[in-house]
Nanobody, 128 residues
Framework: QVQLVESGGGSVQAGGSLRLSCVASSYAGYNSFSGDCLGWFRQVPGKEREAVAVIGYDRSTTYASSAKGRFTISRDNAKNTLYLQMNSLKPEDTAMYYC??????????????????WGQGTQVTVSS
């Protein structure tokens, strides 16, 4: 069973930066970290989980409009690690952030149902 563990969340003031990490383990058989579509999602209480950014096996990236120009998603396949660099943070970025892994990004990259494995989340709080 693939496990994803996020870290790097915390509390910052508006305009600050955070770097989230997600380490994957227990890939085996036909599954491979390097071949998976990886993504970051976020969720606030009472709302649906929303996609922030995804990165394909070929390192192609797609961002939600709220993240474009401020966030950067990247992956290090040698370390089985996914990153999200978040700059110019805003109070509305406050949420629990989750990493996710799936077989393909595709046209429906933004749908949480596309992803098979999920981390437990790391909280990001941005104060004004």
């Amino acid at each position: 069973q693939v496990q994803l563990v996020e870290s790097g969340g915390g509390s910052v003031q508006a305009g600050g930066s955070l770097r989230l990490s997600c380490v994957a383990s227990s890939y085996a058989g036909y599954n491979s970290f390097s071949g998976d579509c990886l993504g970051w999602f976020r969720q606030v209480p009472g709302k649906e989980r929303e996609a922030v950014a995804v990165i394909g096996y070929d390192r192609s990236t797609t961002y939600a409009s709220s993240a474009k120009g401020r966030f950067t998603i990247s992956r290090d396949n040698a370390k089985n690690t996914l990153y999200l660099q978040m700059n110019s943070l805003k109070p509305e970025d406050t949420a629990m952030y989750y990493c996710a892994a799936g077989y393909t990004c595709g046209e429906k990259w933004y749908q949480a149902s596309q992803y098979i494995y999920w981390g437990q989340g790391t909280q990001v709080t941005v104060s004004s």
